[in-house]
């Protein structure tokens, strides 16, 4: 197929099409980062450079048989006006101009839609959602998938939780940070688990929709639990950094957050704190994902296991040192 990936720039997008690449797929890959789309074009993805504000999807759409759009503002912080331009208004356009041309389409979304309903235990894809969200992120993720599916009711949307890999720019760098300046403390006393996604993990349910109808939503992961406090031990450990010992209430480091947004919220730049209060939720707070629709309908089974996916992350942290 000839397939276009948006965001291929970044951490997933560039996994993505490099994988669609050696699948034998035609690739271009759209983004704002000239010297990594030089690395996506030795690859063998055609590097296109494209601001999703202002794209004219009717010239980006000729010659193409489907869309991958992983580009979005993944940041638990930000102004509304931001997410819902990076976020919102492309998605929608996207999946017109998709409609419009009778090109198929693979729409990344978040499991974070979830994290305010409740529910934390093999949540499935039907679970009501809004009109409260834990973060302006997933309130306009929420809605960008709405725009999508008013759109193109055909597009595939895929919710990964927690995306993870060597290259990641945001899931273990932040805890990385955290670990490093030795002000991450244990919140809560009992283990917690949860569950990640391997990069390549999320790169395989996209081919797999890719390859076949796949109208709806599924949720993606690893498949596999993890226990997380155990899993920054051994992030701490691979950095030679403490782990994290003494204990402190999830309520107040929350109630500490909160403060440090107000007073970001007040300051005429807005800089993003360093601890925020949906940042700490999702340290506190387990989810697991029911993955039974992704593998009845897409053949889905992961390809990479959470204790393989770490222990090469955290090898290549150890060689980094």
């Keep these: 197929m000839r397939v276009l990936v948006t965001g291929a720039t970044g951490f997933l997008g560039g996994v993505v099409a490099r994988e669609l690449r050696a699948g034998g797929h035609e690739v271009r890959g759209l983004g704002r980062d000239a010297a990594r789309g030089a690395a996506l074009e030795r690859a063998g993805v055609a590097f296109v450079p494209a601001d999703l504000r202002a794209a004219d999807w009717n010239r980006l759409l000729r010659a193409v048989d489907a869309v991958v759009h992983a580009a979005a503002r993944a940041t638990l912080w930000g102004r509304w006006a931001d997410f819902e331009a990076d976020n919102i208004r492309p998605s929608g356009a996207l999946a017109r101009a998709c409609a419009a041309a009778g090109v198929r389409l693979v ?109 709806g939503v599924y949720n993606v992961t690893d498949g596999q639990p993890i226990p997380l406090w155990a899993t920054v031990d051994r992030l701490a450990d691979a950095l030679g950094a403490p782990r994290p010992g003494r204990v402190v209430p999830a309520r107040l480091v929350e109630g500490a957050a909160s403060l440090l947004e107000l007073g970001a919220r007040w300051h005429p730049a807005r800089p993003e704190p360093p601890l925020t209060a949906s940042g700490v939720r999702l340290l506190t707070r387990p989810m697991t994902l029911d993955l039974t629709r992704a593998r009845e309908r897409l053949g889905y089974a992961p390809v990479v296991a959470p204790d393989d996916g770490l222990a090469e992350v955290f090898a290549h942290i150890r060689g980094q040192r």
């Design 107 to 215: 729409h990344v979304s978040t499991p974070s839609v979830y994290n305010a309903t409740g529910h934390m235990q093999a949540v499935r894809e039907d679970t009501p959602v809004g009109p409260r969200f834990d973060s302006l992120y997933a309130r306009s993720k929420f809605q960008a998938e709405e725009a999508v599916r008013a759109a193109l009711p055909d597009a595939t949307i895929l919710r990964p939780r927690g995306l993870y890999g060597v290259g990641d720019t945001s899931l273990v760098p932040r805890l990385a940070r955290a670990l490093q300046s030795g002000r991450l403390p244990r919140l809560t006393r009992d283990e917690m688990w949860t569950e990640l996604t391997h990069v390549r993990n999320a790169a395989h349910a996209v081919a797999l929709a890719l390859g076949r109808p796949a109208p």
